[in-house]
């Protein structure tokens, strides 16, 4: 097959390509890093840049490519890939991209090894620094830190693509044809996002593909973060970029996020893309709520439900539901977990409540007693306020006291304000009331009514002297006015 | 460096030779997308179209310099792109993209427009003829400004716009790929008839900007802006 190329031509192909598979590593590991990646041009070759390009060499990774590739070449049957996977604070991992240089049987006798296919595979490099760009894990990976790292693993042999689930796509970046075969370069990446992670007692590295073929086996994570803070952090909530045409944006990013050790499930919902396009991946960073203990916020069209301590079979029923029907329903999420939101100081008993626990704020509170739904302010809203309200009432210190019980069919309890270490007796009038009075600081003099009139009064009784006095001086402002222009 | 006025081909190069090879994008963008797409758009392509500085040795071979490149991020777009690492370069496209923009936004003009990077290649002819420029690539990207009514319309945008960008530079790498004509490499003497060796770190090959705005009549009001050599003699 190769008997028309010279021994050094062969050579120099051979390291051609040994070198190429090296930088292609570079290039996608170095832009799953998370950074932006900036290198200078320069006008006097320096030798040593490869395909003369900037590609900087993490000593790391060279050796990682190096050990996958044993000493041999991508051939056929024999690709070189990258798999780039996301791997979460949870534990959890999931297969984004794989990149693979593959070699097939068609060959391009003509060319010219040192000067064509050379020029060739700097092309194909900087259209790898392109396309590693556009691709959904680019997103993902510029945001990881805390809540997700993402990983990369060489492999050599043959490329398995079955751990990037149903309907992946792919993106060829380009090929370059040699006298020895043509050299092609793709991604196949991912679109379905969603994957259901079980706690322990299962075996996580089920998710992670076994490598039966290849030869060398390496996993090295790049993080933002130290390891110590990966196993306790939390995924941070993404709201979903819902709003208007859903149906053409494809579907929102879910992150089911906070759910605490005691539930089974964990969900991550990130629904495919459209068109045959890279996934919509929302802008906002992960600034979400970092739901707490109690709480599932899963904002769907703008509205927080929450739930109070959701049973778990509930929730995880809930949140798999919602994702069969995507982001069409969100009132069957709104059914299952929405509980009536006790109100501060309303009135209502524990044990009317059909839910479970109930989170009331200052529940010590709220009278004890039972009362009938007719009773209740939330349902039956009292008629007519009070003619004064209590806070008035107490600013004229009239048995301010008397308010403090309230009515019992209101719906706050007035707490009558006392100031820490007050007393009555020394100050004629107590610490409350004075700082109630002299808060803000009393209405100008020319704006109360009856001195504003007067001086309007004034104002109009003098203007016609004025007029006369301006219209002897009008030369004056004449002159004054040519002055300014 | 763009557009001093001083003419180096011809007629217009709007009427591309016939091996020329054309390709047309088209993007629907929001006003204040357009700087940011346009750039996405050409400085992937002159990554493709650019090399290190060439540096000839006596012996008619040369050595080639090396050609960084930088990540950039929009603003304004749900978008990050690759450029090369040249001030020069991304200077001379700024203002290109600035000037189409502002025509863009000018009166007359319902939003629909387009601006054309042509790659070519100079042919000498002797005196009285004036050089030829002879084009063999011309991408044109077409451009519809949008309006939009509020903020939730500008948040669907930047993804929307992120997305067709994103196969914007999958197509862009696809014709790249395709390895068609290119000019040879040339001898030293013709060197500056094939690259522009005016930026001090990278040699793109020679081309040209230009852009033609679409007014509310429906005509199109060609602006052309040349792109000089610097040692282009004026006849």
Same mark, same amino acid.
């Given at each position: *097959?190769?008997?028309?190329?010279?021994?050094?031509?062969?050579?120099?192909?051979?390291?051609?390509?040994?070198?190429?598979?090296?930088?292609?590593?570079?290039?996608?590991?170095?832009?799953?890093?998370?950074?932006?990646?900036?290198?200078?041009?320069?006008?006097?070759?320096?030798?040593?840049?490869?395909?003369?390009?900037?590609?900087?060499?993490?000593?790391?990774?060279?050796?990682?490519?190096?050990?996958?590739?044993?000493?041999?070449? =991508?051939?056929?049957?024999?690709? *070189?890939?990258?798999?780039?996977?996301?791997?979460?604070?949870?534990?959890?991992?999931?297969?984004?991209?794989?990149?693979?240089?593959?070699?097939?049987?068609?060959?391009?006798? @003509?060319?010219?090894?040192?000067?064509?296919?050379?020029?060739?595979?700097?092309?194909?490099?900087?259209?790898?620094?392109?396309?590693?760009?556009?691709?959904?894990?680019?997103?993902?990976?510029?945001?990881?830190?805390?809540?997700?790292?993402?990983?990369?693993?060489?492999?050599?042999?043959?490329?398995?693509?079955?751990?990037?689930?149903?309907?992946?796509?792919?993106?060829?970046?380009?090929?370059?044809?040699?006298?020895?075969?043509?050299?092609?370069?793709?991604?196949?990446?991912?679109?379905?996002?969603? #994957? *259901?992670?079980?706690?322990?007692?299962?075996?996580?590295?089920?998710?992670?593909?076994?490598?039966?073929?290849?030869?060398?086996?390496?996993?090295?994570?790049?993080?933002?973060?130290?390891?110590?803070?990966?196993?306790?952090?939390?995924?941070?909530?993404?709201?979903?970029?819902?709003?208007?045409?859903?149906?053409?944006?494809?579907?929102?990013?879910?992150?089911?996020?906070?759910?605490?050790?005691?539930?089974?499930?964990?969900?991550?919902?990130?629904?495919?893309?459209?068109?045959?396009?890279?996934?919509?991946?929302?802008?906002?960073?992960?600034?979400?709520?970092?739901?707490?203990?109690?709480? *599932?916020?899963?904002?769907?069209?703008?509205?927080?439900?929450?739930?109070?301590?959701?049973?778990?079979?509930?929730?995880?029923?809930?949140?798999?539901?919602?994702?069969?029907?995507?982001?069409?329903?969100?009132?069957?999420?709104?059914?299952?977990?929405?509980?009536?939101?006790?109100?501060?100081?309303?009135?209502?008993?524990?044990?009317?409540?059909?839910?479970?626990?109930?989170?009331?704020?200052?529940?010590? #509170?709220?009278?004890?007693?039972?009362?009938? @739904?007719?009773?209740?302010?939330?349902?039956?809203?009292?008629?007519?306020?009070?003619?004064?309200?209590?806070?008035?009432?107490?600013?004229?210190?009239?048995?301010?006291?008397?308010?403090?019980?309230?009515?019992?069919?209101?719906?706050?309890?007035?707490?009558?304000?006392?100031?820490?270490?007050?007393?009555?007796?020394?100050? =004629?009038?107590?610490?409350?009331? #004075?700082?109630? @009075? #002299?808060?803000?600081?009393?209405?100008?003099?020319?704006?109360?009514?009856?001195?504003?009139?007067?001086?309007?009064?004034?104002?109009?009784?003098?203007?016609?002297?004025?007029?006369?006095?301006?219209?002897?001086?009008?030369? @004056?402002?004449?002159?004054?006015?040519?002055?300014?222009? | 460096?763009?557009?001093?006025?001083?003419?180096?081909?011809?007629?217009?190069?709007?009427?591309?030779?016939?091996?020329?090879?054309?390709?047309?994008?088209?993007?629907?963008?929001?006003?204040?997308?357009?700087?940011?797409?346009?750039? /996405?758009?050409?400085?992937?392509?002159?990554?493709?179209?650019?090399?290190?500085?060439?540096?000839?040795?006596?012996?008619?071979?040369?050595?080639?310099?090396?050609?960084?490149?930088?990540?950039?991020?929009?603003?304004?777009?749900?978008?990050?792109?690759?450029?090369?690492?040249?001030?020069?370069?991304?200077? /001379?496209?700024?203002? /290109?993209?600035?000037?189409?923009?502002? /025509?863009?936004?000018?009166?007359?003009?319902?939003?629909?427009?387009?601006?054309?990077?042509?790659?070519?290649?100079?042919?000498?002819?002797?005196?009285?003829?004036?050089?030829?420029?002879?084009?063999?690539?011309?991408?044109?990207?077409?451009?519809?400004?949008?309006?939009?009514?509020?903020?939730?319309?500008?948040?669907?945008?930047?993804?929307?716009?992120?997305?067709?960008?994103?196969?914007?530079?999958?197509?862009?790498?696809?014709?790249?790929?395709?390895?068609?004509?290119?000019?040879?490499?040339?001898?030293?003497?013709?060197?500056?008839?094939?690259?522009?060796?005016?930026?001090?770190?990278?040699?793109?090959?020679?081309?040209?900007?230009?852009?033609?705005?679409?007014?509310?009549?429906?005509?199109?009001?060609?602006?052309?802006?040349?792109?000089?050599?610097?040692?282009?003699?004026?006849?």
């Amino acid at each position: *097959m190769d008997t028309d190329l010279s021994s050094q031509d062969r050579k120099d192909l051979d390291k051609f390509i040994k070198f190429f598979a090296l930088k292609t590593v570079q290039v996608i590991v170095q832009a799953r890093l998370g950074e932006k990646i900036c290198t200078r041009s320069s006008s006097s070759p320096t030798g040593s840049d490869w395909f003369n390009l900037a590609i900087k060499d993490i000593p790391e990774v060279t050796h990682e490519a190096k050990k996958a590739l044993a000493g041999q070449l =991508p051939a056929v049957g024999r690709s *070189m890939c990258v798999e780039i996977s996301l791997k979460t604070s949870e534990g959890d991992s999931m297969e984004l991209e794989i990149w693979c240089l593959e070699m097939n049987e068609k060959c391009d006798k @003509e060319i010219k090894v040192s000067y064509t296919v050379y020029n060739r595979l700097s092309l194909l490099l900087k259209s790898l620094l392109a396309i590693t760009r556009v691709t959904p894990a680019y997103r993902l990976s510029r945001k990881q830190g805390h809540e997700y790292v993402i990983l990369y693993r060489i492999y050599f042999g043959e490329v398995q693509l079955s751990g990037l689930g149903e309907g992946f796509q792919t993106v060829r970046v380009g090929t370059v044809g040699t006298p020895v075969g043509t050299i092609t370069l793709s991604c196949a990446y991912r679109i379905n996002l969603a #994957f *259901m992670s079980t706690r322990a007692g299962e075996d996580n590295a089920a998710v992670y593909p076994s490598v039966e073929d290849s030869q060398e086996v390496c996993t090295t994570s790049f993080s933002t973060s130290p390891p110590s803070q990966l196993s306790s952090s939390r995924l941070s909530y993404q709201p979903a970029a819902l709003g208007v045409g859903s149906a053409d944006m494809g579907y929102p990013v879910l992150f089911a996020g906070g759910l605490n050790a005691a539930h089974p499930h964990q969900v991550l919902l990130i629904g495919p893309g459209k068109e045959g396009g890279v996934p919509p991946v929302p802008n906002q960073p992960a600034h979400g709520t970092q739901a707490d203990q109690e709480r *599932m916020c899963t904002p769907l069209d703008g509205v927080y439900y929450s739930a109070a301590t959701p049973s778990s079979s509930e929730d995880t029923e809930t949140v798999s539901n919602s994702s069969e029907g995507k982001c069409g329903s969100p009132h069957d999420l709104l059914e299952t977990i929405f509980i009536r939101k006790v109100g501060a100081f309303v009135n209502k008993p524990i044990n009317q409540v059909t839910m479970a626990n109930l989170d009331i704020p200052f529940a010590m #509170f709220a009278p004890k007693n039972v009362e009938l @739904e007719d009773n209740d302010p939330m349902v039956n809203p009292p008629e007519s306020p009070e003619t004064e309200s209590p806070l008035q009432g107490s600013l004229h210190s009239e048995g301010s006291s008397g308010s403090s019980t309230g009515n019992t069919h209101d719906d706050f309890v007035m707490i009558d304000f006392k100031p820490a270490f007050s007393k009555d007796d020394i100050l =004629p009038m107590d610490l409350g009331t #004075f700082y109630r @009075e #002299f808060q803000n600081p009393p209405q100008l003099s020319s704006l109360s009514i009856d001195i504003g009139a007067q001086s309007m009064a004034e104002d109009l009784d003098s203007l016609p002297e004025k007029l006369a006095v301006h219209e002897k001086n009008v030369k @004056e402002f004449d002159a004054f006015v040519e002055t300014l222009q | 460096m763009v557009g001093t006025g001083r003419r180096c081909c011809g007629p217009s190069g709007a009427t591309p030779a016939m091996n020329c090879r054309a390709e047309v994008l088209e993007v629907s963008v929001e006003g204040r997308q357009v700087e940011e797409a346009m750039l /996405a758009v050409l400085h992937t392509i002159l990554l493709h179209r650019s090399t290190g500085k060439f540096h000839y040795k006596k012996e008619g071979t040369y050595s080639i310099g090396t050609v960084g490149t930088q990540d950039v991020d929009c603003d304004f777009i749900d978008f990050a792109y690759v450029r090369v690492s040249s001030e020069e370069l991304d200077r /001379a496209l700024r203002k /290109a993209v600035g000037e189409f923009k502002d /025509a863009l936004r000018g009166s007359g003009s319902d939003g629909m427009g387009q601006i054309s990077l042509e790659f070519y290649q100079k042919k000498k002819s002797r005196w009285p003829f004036s050089d030829e420029c002879i084009p063999w690539e011309l991408w044109t990207i077409k451009v519809n400004v949008v309006n939009l009514a509020n903020e939730q319309e500008r948040q669907i945008c930047r993804e929307k716009v992120g997305e067709k960008l994103c196969e914007k530079i999958i197509n862009i790498v696809e014709v790249m790929n395709r390895h068609e004509y290119l000019p040879k490499m040339p001898t030293q003497s013709e060197v500056d008839n094939v690259f522009d060796t005016s930026l001090k770190d990278v040699q793109p090959y020679l081309y040209k900007i230009s852009y033609q705005i679409t007014d509310s009549l429906g005509t199109s009001v060609t602006t052309t802006m040349r792109r000089l050599i610097k040692d282009t003699l004026a006849l």
